[in-house]
């Protein structure tokens, strides 16, 4: 996810934002937009969290074709103060964290292809406008999200850039959520995925572990492949609470004697969430 090149393409702003062009798309690519829209939505009634259902409603989302941004920028500004913003693709990191700490969302501008539909390298309209934007109606969640690009902007200064990377990646794109008595989706990766998003709640293999900063911040990550494991939490204050809110200086340092996790290690200490299908949350977790 980290891009290297200094200089934004020809045709780009210095702060890498180019025009989205909302004119331009054409009905194909729409209708791509309508496609993967109308498959994620029949499969998310039941999985996302209801703050992800209700900001596509409250953004104008489930109108069909592809969002113009201006106008999801204006009903988003009203909400939350955020606003969405076209880039090419990936931006260096400064630049992301620039953004999101001055609550504007960077998005690509192109959508895959129609026989692209389930897979692609670099996050496209859809992954970025579908899978980020609804939950940025949510005010905490829109804290959240700032506040992450103002711990970006400290973490460059302590070099520890690849462990808040890390938060960002087991949240805000892989995350889940507790929700009563059953788990849900929050992390844009798994919203913007068909195969994903059947995985993550469904499949049996893949141990769901309780929310620790510590814990993910030492976890790598893969990003080729459907999540080894996915962390739970339990509500985004608690989220912002228990992360963003702490100071992270002494943290990147009792965490440098510590060595990395790989996706797939289980520890002791883990706290797990009972497979699917077992036995209800509320009993195993004795709530
Ligand atoms: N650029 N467009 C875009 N989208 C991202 O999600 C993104 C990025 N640049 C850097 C980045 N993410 C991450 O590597 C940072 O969170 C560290
Ligand atoms: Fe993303």
């Given at each position: 996810?980290?891009?290297?090149?200094?200089?934004?393409?020809?045709?780009?702003?210095?702060d890498?934002?180019?025009?989205?062009?909302?004119?331009?798309?054409?009905?194909?690519?729409?209708?791509?937009?309508?496609?993967?829209?109308?498959?994620?939505?029949?499969?998310?009634?039941?999985?996302?969290?209801?703050?992800?259902?209700?900001?596509?409603?409250?953004?104008?989302?489930?109108?069909?074709?592809?969002?113009?941004?201006?106008?999801?920028?204006?009903?988003?500004?009203?909400?939350?103060g955020w606003s969405?913003v076209?880039?090419?693709?990936?931006?260096?990191?400064?630049?992301?964290f620039e953004h999101l700490a001055n609550r504007r969302?960077?998005?690509?501008?192109?959508?895959?292809?129609?026989?692209?539909?389930?897979?692609?390298?670099?996050?496209?309209?859809?992954?970025?406008?579908?899978?980020?934007?609804?939950?940025?109606?949510?005010?905490?969640?829109?804290?959240?999200?700032q506040?992450?690009g103002r711990?970006?902007?400290?973490?460059?200064?302590?070099?520890?850039?690849?462990?808040?990377?890390?938060?960002?990646?087991?949240?805000?794109?892989?995350?889940?959520?507790?929700?009563?008595?059953?788990?849900?989706?929050?992390?844009?990766?798994?919203?913007?995925?068909?195969?994903?998003?059947?995985?993550?709640?469904?499949?049996?293999?893949?141990?769901?572990?309780?929310?620790?900063?510590?814990?993910?911040?030492?976890?790598?990550?893969?990003?080729?492949?459907?999540?080894?494991?996915?962390?739970?939490?339990?509500?985004?204050?608690?989220?912002?609470?228990?992360?963003?809110?702490?100071?992270?200086?002494?943290?990147?340092?009792?965490?440098?004697?510590?060595?990395?996790?790989?996706?797939?290690?289980?520890?002791?200490?883990?706290?797990?969430?009972?497979?699917?299908?077992?036995?209800?949350?509320?009993?195993?977790?004795?709530?």
């Open positions: 996810m980290t891009q290297n090149a200094l200089l934004p393409p020809a045709g780009a702003a210095s890498w934002t180019i025009p989205q062009r909302w004119a331009r798309y054409t009905d194909a690519e729409h209708a791509v937009w309508d496609q993967l829209y109308a498959r994620q939505m029949g499969l998310l009634a039941e999985r996302a969290v209801p703050d992800f259902l209700s900001g596509v409603v409250a953004l104008g989302m489930n109108a069909p074709g592809i969002p113009d941004f201006e106008r999801l920028s204006t009903r988003l500004q009203r909400l939350t969405v076209a880039v090419p693709g990936l931006v260096p990191d400064a630049v992301f969302f960077v998005a690509g501008n192109f959508i895959r292809s129609a026989e692209q539909l389930d897979y692609l390298q670099e996050p496209d309209v859809f992954h970025d406008v579908f899978g980020h934007v609804p939950l940025l109606a949510h005010p905490v969640y829109a804290d959240y999200m506040a992450y711990g970006g902007l400290r973490a460059m200064r302590f070099g520890a850039i690849h462990k808040l990377a890390r938060l960002y990646w087991h949240t805000v794109e892989f995350g889940l959520i507790r929700d009563g008595d059953r788990l849900r989706l929050f992390g844009a990766g798994i919203l913007s995925s068909f195969g994903e998003s059947q995985y993550a709640l469904d499949d049996p293999a893949p141990p769901r572990i309780a929310f620790d900063l510590r814990r993910v911040m030492r976890t790598e990550y893969v990003i080729d492949h459907f999540q080894s494991h996915y962390f739970v939490i339990d509500s985004f204050e608690d989220l912002l609470r228990n992360t963003l809110e702490v100071d992270f200086g002494p943290l990147y340092a009792e965490l440098e004697g510590l060595p990395d996790l790989q996706p797939s290690a289980a520890l002791p200490s883990d706290v797990l969430y009972p497979a699917p299908g077992s036995v209800p949350l509320s009993s195993a977790l004795g709530a």
